[in-house]
């Protein structure tokens, strides 16, 4: 006989194996677990990064003036949020009277219900003091020249090369999903 198998002649054997049911790494929980963190990943994002104007507590700046320095230089990006309560040493961005823009400053001390406050390279305070009506926030995050980065992600140029790949990334999932496996 021939192939090393035993039989009767003009017999067929079935050689396959028996079908195997194929599962997903991570079991049927998997989809559930990645939808849950990404509603997470979303839901942190709007709490923490959600603009004081949309209802947020975050106040993103650019710094302009040198009055800052060496702590923050011209062009940095300093995103604040409001707090409870704040205590010397602070730096608030605060609504200043008869100015159009946004300070930052330090807190140096405090005046009755009213902040005393100082730039880094001031020698001299701040004649204003706020209150803590006129407060926006203190600083959560300061990024060195990030008034450059978020020039650059405003381009049209870079949003649509960012929704571009997010496109390829979705239908590369969505042609993945509708291949037979096996």
Do not use: K
């Not at 994002?45 to 959600?50: K, N, P, V």
Request: hydrophobic fraction near 40%; charge should be positive.
């Amino acid at each position: 006989m021939c192939g090393g198998f035993e039989g009767v002649v003009g017999e067929q054997l079935d050689v396959r194996r028996p079908a195997t049911v194929r599962s997903t790494p991570g079991g049927p929980l998997r989809p559930l677990v990645v939808l849950l963190l990404l509603v997470t990943t979303l839901g942190a994002g709007l709490w923490f990064l959600t603009p004081s104007n949309l209802g947020g507590s975050t106040t993103y700046l650019v710094t302009r003036g040198t009055s800052m320095l060496p702590t923050h230089e011209p062009g940095a990006l300093v995103v604040t949020r409001t707090q409870n309560a704040y205590a010397i040493g602070d730096v608030i961005a605060f609504y200043r009277e008869g100015l159009d823009h946004i300070v930052l400053h330090r807190i140096v001390g405090i005046d009755g219900d009213r902040f005393v406050t100082r730039g880094d390279n001031n020698a001299f305070d701040d004649t204003f003091h706020p209150a803590v009506s006129d407060i926006v926030g203190t600083q959560w995050v300061h990024v060195p020249r990030g008034a450059d980065v978020m020039v650059r992600l405003r381009s049209p140029l870079t949003q649509a090369v960012v929704f571009g790949a997010l496109a390829c990334c979705a239908a590369t999932a969505a042609v993945q999903r509708r291949r037979p496996t096996g």
